[in-house]
């Protein structure tokens, strides 16, 4: 028989079968397919016609199976199994996850937010594989339906419907100094800023173009060095004067690893507002939803509770 023609069987009568071979009753097998007595009597005819075998004979109350229908019993414990297994919603348990998982992010996600978070994903799944790749913020659609990634840690830049979101929180923007420079221990006042040589953590999200909307009213400051990595930014903290202009969190990091000081910009910006991005396709799949759930919760204890945006 072609599969085509078995698609065009009532496979379920098979279910049937089953059941009326381990009850050995037409009124106990309608019980347990929640059927009428007379409408479980039919199910064996149908049963009958289909197989070409008589399937039971009646002794007293009980039917009494054929040896064809014991043998259909036999064989039709396996795939009915795995039928069953199939179509059992399963937990997800995260220690027996060995899934790959594609996660695209800023710079800033990267040095700053995904150091944090990894120790908490392997310590709840240790047989889990990321890839993390830079994020492409003009073509996130693209990056997370047909190029595979499966979420975004990024701030929102262009459209980003019709993509599934989560707010992770604000980041802001901080100076860092060297303790040598000469307002590491006092306030840093807009003309301190803007007379001072500097360094741009350039990161992938746009923060070199938001301070510059901020000053461009203010005469030009002298930049050094843009840069996305903040180990060369960091090479030139020798100078004294030097400021390095770069997200909150990274500034943190480097303060404490490096005996460095923290500053607040002298002047207001707009904060970066950071999501969770993800595709429709990922959305009902378990370990995806446990991943989300597990980033989200961390960063967003990182940044501190997000706002709605």
Not at 15 to 37: D, G, N, P, Y
Not at 47 to 62: C, E, K, T, V, Y
Not at 139 to 161: E, F, H, K, V
Not at 213 to 232: G, H, M, V, Y
Request: proline fraction near 7%.
């Amino acid at each position: 028989m072609e599969l085509e023609e078995i698609y065009r069987q009532d496979l379920s009568l098979l279910i049937a079968l089953q059941i009326l071979v381990e009850e050995r009753s037409v009124t106990k097998a309608a019980k347990r397919l929640h059927l009428s007595q007379s409408a479980t009597s039919r199910i064996l005819s149908r049963l009958r016609a289909m197989l070409n075998d008589p399937l039971f004979s009646r002794i007293g109350q009980q039917l009494v199976p054929t040896q064809y229908a014991l043998d259909c019993y036999k064989q039709l414990q396996g795939p009915t199994g795995d039928l069953l297994t199939l179509l059992t919603p399963k937990a997800f348990v995260p220690l027996a996850c060995e899934q790959k998982f594609t996660i695209a992010a800023t710079d800033f996600a990267i040095q700053a937010l995904l150091p944090f978070i990894l120790p908490t994903l392997y310590q709840q799944a240790p047989n889990i594989r990321l890839e993390i790749i830079p994020v492409q913020h003009h073509a996130l659609q693209a990056q997370l339906s047909i190029q595979g990634a499966d979420m975004a840690i990024c701030r929102a830049i262009g459209q980003t419907a019709p993509l599934a979101q989560t707010p992770l929180g604000r980041v802001g923007v901080s100076c860092l100094l060297s303790s040598q420079h000469p307002k590491a221990a006092e306030a840093l006042s807009l003309e301190d800023y803007l007379h001072s040589p500097h360094a741009t953590i350039a990161i992938s999200d746009g923060v070199k173009a938001i301070v510059d909307a901020a000053i461009d009213q203010f005469p030009p400051r002298k930049e050094l060095l843009r840069t996305p990595n903040l180990d060369s930014a960091l090479a030139l903290l020798k100078l004294d004067s030097l400021i390095i202009t770069l997200p909150e969190g990274m500034a943190e990091l480097a303060a404490a690893r490096h005996r460095l000081h923290v500053k607040p910009l002298p002047f207001e910006i707009a904060p970066l507002n950071y999501s969770l991005f993800w595709h429709s396709r990922c959305e009902l799949d378990k370990a995806q939803r446990w991943l989300r759930e597990t980033i989200a919760t961390s960063i967003q204890s990182l940044l501190g509770a997000p706002d709605t945006y």
